[in-house]
T-cell receptor
Framework: DTGVSQNPRHKITKRGQNVTFRCDPI?????LYWYRQTLGQGPEFLTY????????KSRLLSDRFSAERPKGSFSTLEIQRTEQGDSAMYLC????????????FGQGTRLTVV | LAKTTQPISMDSYEGQEVNITCSHN???????ITWYQQFPSQGPRFIIQ???TKVTNEVASLFIPADRKSSTLSLPRVSLSDTAVYYC??????????FGKGTSLLVTP
């Protein structure tokens, strides 16, 4: 499978715990995005990487959220001290370079904070 | 970033043509228009993209008038499997893709 891969697919955690999600983009794609989606809403932009550089962060990304993309390959999204409001689907997408390229999304990681 | 407005929901019968219109009054010169489809518990999937006039691919057509302040996604002869949420996005290459709430399309027999 050469698509965007996200792991784990599902995560249940207790409030206050830290969680980390991983995204493996399509190999030749230099652009990577993280989104959060709650029920009935469209995906909300969290952050954007071009290669290893984090170029844009949403105000939604509080201090408890951090994302990395070492060496411009896979990316991780960590949430510290999880809260019930963090329960959502976390989506990763990658795009190749070029002005009109489409984004390819992974299946997402569904986080439930209990 | 250009904001988009689209109907919250639409209903259609199988076999009909469905047209979903998106308004983007403050689109910038270097913005292009992209539509994505999303099924429950899956990530969005690219459908079609255009800058102006008409674009057609194997699944849909995209109509963009000269002023580019709106666009219409046309799905010919929809089937039950086209039931999904459809998002209209306006962006350029260097910025985030901003999704609105989308249009929830329900196709019934």
């Amino acid at each position: 499978d050469t698509g965007v891969s996200q792991n784990p697919r599902h995560k249940i955690t207790k409030r206050g715990q830290n969680v980390t999600f991983r995204c493996d983009p399509i190999s030749e794609h230099n652009r990577l995005y993280w989104y959060r989606q709650t029920l009935g809403q469209g995906p909300e932009f969290l952050t954007y990487f071009q290669n290893e550089a984090q170029l844009e962060k949403s105000r939604l990304l509080s201090d408890r959220f951090s994302a990395e993309r070492p060496k411009g390959s896979f990316s991780t999204l960590e949430i510290q001290r999880t809260e019930q409001g963090d329960s959502a689907m976390y989506l990763c997408a990658s795009r190749p370079g070029g002005s009109f390229s489409e984004a390819f999304f992974g299946q997402g990681t569904r986080l439930t904070v209990v | 970033l250009a904001k988009t407005t689209q109907p919250i929901s639409m209903d259609s019968y199988e076999g009909q043509e469905v047209n979903i219109t998106c308004s983007h009054n403050n689109i910038a010169t270097n913005d292009y228009i992209t539509w994505y489809q999303q099924f429950p518990s899956q990530g969005p999937r690219f459908i079609i993209q255009g800058y102006k006039t008409k674009v057609t691919n194997e699944v849909a057509s995209l109509f963009i008038p000269a002023d580019r302040k709106s666009s219409t996604l046309s799905l010919p002869r929809v089937s039950l499997s086209d039931t999904a949420v459809y998002y209209c996005l306006v962006s350029n290459s260097g910025y985030a893709l901003n999704f609105g709430k989308g249009t929830s399309l329900l196709v019934t027999p």
